[in-house]
């Protein structure tokens, strides 16, 4: 019955496909927005339209509260500290994007950056780009079950070592990462540690403190916000690490045309008009989430991932990457169906309007050691049900049909 109710949040899962109910199974790459989001949006637009920390008029004012309340509920949504910790960001990939340029741009060509191979080209590409100065980057490996090889952490870290840069949850494998292991022994060897948690803050709880990471990127759009607006949260201490990543109105206390100076975080980071309506409505989002519960969230997806699991597998010719069970994975799962490729696969899925993922998704290092250019992939979200996958399962043997399988 509840799950009726939040299903009625979401007016897009009322939309048919090819005459048939929408099944949507892709909300590892954006999640559906429910219409206390949608609605605040609208809301901000029609009501008190201004820009921020500028005007002293009344919608003005409105508006400053309204975005500086968004940072408040997120930095309590993840117990970071204080709101000065959260940055407002486009989404995870500016996250570490601005990592890079505001903090690591000062690394040595000595100095060395820790990742693994199952990440999100978000985070490798921006190490990547170091390579020019001289950073050497290593990446840790995976077992055959989709899981970190722990023990290689503990080979590759050296006194040279200044970050490691991980995946809270793989958006590929689902694999959970003993992060706040890795956070131990990152701060042992005297490094920092930056977690992806685009793929675990929208679906589980996650506390900053308790997992004592310094840096950790996420994006509004995955977890019920709109596009275009993210976080990255940074522990108070380390901004003395930091210099600004971009420049110009917003983050500036004075200007001369000699020099200028810096206001303090996190403002010192959001150059420009901010995405104004994207922050409020994560804020919003936040409270959504908070009103299901972020224990209830991962319990269910948990339990669709076991029974989708159990399903999935009973399919002949499939293959499932990532952890068997599922008490180690978050709710992505993918596959390939005998030899059929991802996009044919998903194709004919949405011929019968279930929306999966296909391709590499964003983890090309990842599928060549899977052995794979493309792998389908399903993942799931609060407003999914047993039906769904029954319907994903029903959609595969179709295809099996039509391809001979
Ligand atoms: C694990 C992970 N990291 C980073 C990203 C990048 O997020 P965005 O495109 O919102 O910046 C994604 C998006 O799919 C992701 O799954």
């Not at 983890?363 to 029954?390: C, Q």
Request: hydrophobic share 40%; aromatic share 8%.
């Amino acid at each position: 019955m509840e799950l009726k109710k939040i299903r009625n949040d979401f007016p897009i899962l009322k939309r048919k496909i090819n005459g048939k109910r929408m099944v949507y199974l892709d909300s590892a790459a954006t999640s559906q927005k429910p219409k206390q989001v949608i609605k605040e949006i609208e809301k901000y637009y029609e009501n008190y339209n201004s820009n921020v920390h500028r005007g002293i008029y009344k919608i003005a004012a409105e508006a400053t509260e309204e975005y500086e309340e968004a940072r408040k509920k997120i930095a309590k949504f993840i117990n970071a500290k204080s709101e000065k910790e959260i940055i407002f960001v486009r989404g995870a990939t500016e996250a570490i994007n601005l990592v890079r340029f505001a903090w690591a741009e000062k690394l040595r060509p000595e100095d060395e950056i820790i990742s693994t191979v199952m990440e999100h080209h978000s985070n490798i590409v921006p190490w990547l780009m170091l390579k020019k100065k001289g950073i050497d980057l290593k990446f840790v490996e995976i077992n055959d079950d989709g899981t970190l090889r722990m023990e290689e952490f503990k080979k590759l870290i050296t006194p040279k070592t200044k970050l490691i840069a991980v995946s809270h949850v793989s958006n590929v494998l689902g694999t959970i990462n003993p992060v706040k292991q890795i956070a131990k022994l990152a701060h042992e060897n005297g490094a920092r540690i930056l977690f992806d948690s685009a793929q675990s803050v929208p679906h589980m709880p996650v506390d900053v403190q308790e997992l004592d990471c310094d840096f950790m990127a996420f994006s509004g759009h995955k977890m019920f916000g709109p596009t275009g607006i993210g976080v990255l949260y940074v522990k108070e201490e380390v901004y003395r690490e930091m210099e600004p990543f971009m420049g110009g109105g917003e983050m500036i206390k004075e200007v001369f045309l000699t020099n200028a100076t810096w206001k303090d975080p996190p403002h010192k980071y959001e150059a420009g008009t901010p995405d104004i309506s994207g922050a409020i409505a994560l804020g919003y989002a936040v409270d959504y989430l908070e009103k299901i519960g972020m224990k209830k969230m991962k319990e269910h997806e948990k339990t669709l991932t076991r029974y989708a699991l159990e399903k999935l597998s009973k399919v002949p010719g499939i293959k499932i990457y990532g952890p068997k069970n599922a008490e180690n994975r978050g709710g992505v799962i993918a596959f390939n169906l005998g030899d059929i490729h991802a996009h044919d696969l998903a194709t004919i899925l949405d011929e019968q309007g279930v929306a999966i993922r296909s391709g590499h998704h964003c983890t090309m290092p990842l599928h060549s050691k899977l052995g794979v250019s493309a792998t389908a992939r399903a993942s799931f979200s609060i407003y999914n049900t047993k039906e769904d996958v029954d319907e994903l399962v029903n959609a595969l043997n179709k295809a099996r049909k039509v391809f001979g399988i």
